[in-house]
């Protein structure tokens, strides 16, 4: 019943109030204004505007220059310092739609304005068939800025071997995650169980290599694996990452452990699809959303 609700609300029904407990809101001062609220709980914070999926050159444009005006904003307020709030941007909502030599530009454009604040940005992945694009481009521009990150998916069957090309490379940024697109089978795992033992064997190789892995989960099995192969490194050269609005209790208890601890915060008038989304992968975590605000 809540999934077949929320799946069909509106702008102007409870599926506002329930976005507000996973999106900091439409504006960029939505967005700064949260991750000045993470900041004074000791997380750092990325970034995303949500849209992906723009063909258009000039809605494309207008997306990389969004990121542009919300750097400009969050470094004026002090909260891009030593990259404590960094942007993650989606390929196809900068122009990989069109080509990707539209999508370099705009990334660059983005990356240009990150380094002169002080942070960096992070080339989200989306489905197996723009892995390739999504990863050249991260490592054409990290030829001349470095800290460019990429995000790796354990459940495409590629990743291991794509993982250990990146953590090769010492302080490569690298985000791994479980992935959350339906992919062929022959493209990815698709059992829970093959997609957990995937994440767990990219996480050691991640671990034990020069590169700054940035672990995406919310499983206290994986965390325990983390932080355990975490004791043989150096203190904050790894950190955990989780969801705005998703157990924030772990993540508080983390950071006050001392962890580095990054919360993905989405932002933007895009906010009913990334719900939709998260009613698919969270929805024990937007149910408790529900039951709060009828409490």
């Not at 929320?6 to 407990?21: Q, Y």
């Not at 258009?56 to 891009?80: K, P, V």
Request: hydrophobic share 45%.
């Amino acid at each position: 019943m809540l999934r077949r609700a929320l799946l069909a609300a509106t702008p102007t029904s409870a599926a506002r109030a329930v976005a507000g407990r996973f999106v900091a809101g439409e504006t960029i001062a939505d967005a700064v204004t949260a991750v000045g609220k993470l900041r004074d709980a000791g997380l750092l914070a990325t970034l995303d505007y949500l849209g992906d999926g723009v063909a258009d050159g000039l809605h494309a444009a207008a997306n990389a220059t969004q990121y542009i005006h919300l750097l400009d904003d969050l470094a004026a307020e002090g909260l891009t310092d030593g990259g404590a709030a960094e942007v993650s941007v989606t390929p196809t909502a900068v122009g990989l739609l069109r080509n990707r030599q539209t999508a370099t530009g705009n990334i660059e454009r983005i990356a240009a304005a990150a380094e002169r604040h002080g942070t960096t940005v992070t080339l989200a992945a989306e489905d197996h068939r723009t892995a390739d694009d999504t990863l050249r481009i991260a490592a054409e521009l990290r030829k001349s800025r470095p800290a460019v990150g990429s995000v790796v998916q354990a459940a495409l069957r590629r990743t291991e071997t794509d993982v250990r090309d990146l953590a090769a490379v010492a302080g490569a940024r690298v985000r791994l995650v479980k992935g959350a697109y339906a992919e062929p089978l022959s493209e990815a795992f698709t059992e829970r169980h093959d997609v957990d033992k995937a994440f767990a064997r990219c996480l050691r190789v991640l671990m034990n290599g020069p590169a700054y892995p940035m672990i995406a989960t919310h499983d206290p099995r994986l965390i325990d694996i983390t932080r355990a192969l975490g004791l043989e490194r150096e203190p904050g050269s790894f950190e955990y990452q989780m969801l705005y609005g998703v157990r924030e209790d772990l993540a508080r208890r983390l950071a006050s452990e001392g962890a580095r601890v990054r919360i993905s915060v989405p932002y933007g008038p895009g906010w009913q699809a990334y719900l939709r989304w998260l009613v698919e992968q969270r929805p024990v975590s937007v149910a408790s959303a529900v039951r709060t605000i009828v409490r």
